[in-house]
């Protein structure tokens, strides 16, 4: 079945980018996703990037998406303590979406 | 994109009861989808629910545990049912976005967490 495979925690200094990697292995994705989870929160959409692009920019917002190794990558510029949340990966190719593990990022000073 | 109203926000239960979960929405929406988040883990689907027709369920999660009621295009009822400690989690809803007449990706509402005790 389809999986979506996420690394477990990213920490960073205020200021520095962030790179939060995520791999899938259903070839006919067609929306892949990016949300973002504060602790005692839903889910936050951030961005989305339809399966026949290869990068959408969206403020400090980065995705980079390689279609022919199933790699998706959210970058976020100059990141922030208020950044400091879980980022949870996840791909569609019908109504259901398929959720990575998600990554905890951690923001230190 | 939608604006999703889900409550309770969270609750406390005691085992073998029932609590049913709404949400509402501030459009109208063909589908609504009902995701449940175990401690410490990712999203997984429970079932789509369509106005006029019954829920489909996914593997795992039959109608009997988790009764959908879906009476019109904006609003939906989840219910856990006999809920025993393994029923702690998350549930949260989700809808289509449409933004200027297209796709815009899938809104969640703020969850409900709950606790069995």
């Known amino acids: 079945g389809e999986d979506v495979e996420q690394s477990l925690f990213l920490?960073?200094?205020e200021g520095d980018s962030s790179v939060i990697n995520c791999t899938y292995t259903d070839s006919s994705s067609t929306y892949l996703y990016w949300y973002k989870q504060e602790p005692g929160?839903?889910?936050q959409l951030l961005t989305y990037i339809f399966s026949n692009m290869d990068m959408k920019q969206d403020q400090r917002l980065t995705v980079l998406?390689?279609?022919k190794d199933k790699h998706l990558s959210l970058r976020i510029a100059d990141t922030q303590t208020g950044d400091s949340a879980i980022y949870f990966c996840a791909e569609s190719n019908t109504d259901k979406l398929i959720f990575g593990t998600g990554t905890?990022?951690?923001v230190f000073p | 994109s939608a604006v999703i109203s889900q409550k309770p926000s969270r609750d406390i239960c005691q085992r073998g009861t029932s609590l049913t979960i709404q949400c509402q929405v501030d459009s109208q929406v063909t589908m609504m989808f009902w995701y449940r988040q175990q401690p410490g883990q990712s999203l997984?689907?429970?079932a789509t629910a369509n106005q006029g027709s019954e829920a489909t369920y996914e593997s795992g999660f039959v109608i009997d545990k988790f009764p959908i009621s879906r009476p019109n295009l904006t609003f939906s009822t989840l219910t856990v049912s006999n809920m025993s400690p393994e029923d702690s989690s998350?549930?949260?809803c989700s809808v289509e976005g449409i933004g200027q007449g297209s796709f815009?990706?899938?809104t969640?509402?703020?969850?409900?967490?709950?606790?069995v005790v």
């Open chain 2, 90 to 92: 998350i549930y949260l």
């Open chain 1, 65 to 67: 998406l390689n279609k």
């Open chain 1, 104 to 106: 905890r990022l951690q």
């Open chain 2, 104 to 106: 815009d990706g899938y």
């Open chain 2, 108 to 115: 969640f509402g703020s969850g409900t967490r709950l606790t």
């Open chain 2, 44 to 46: 997984t689907l429970i």
């Open chain 1, 41 to 43: 929160a839903g889910l």
């Open chain 1, 11 to 13: 920490s960073v200094r």
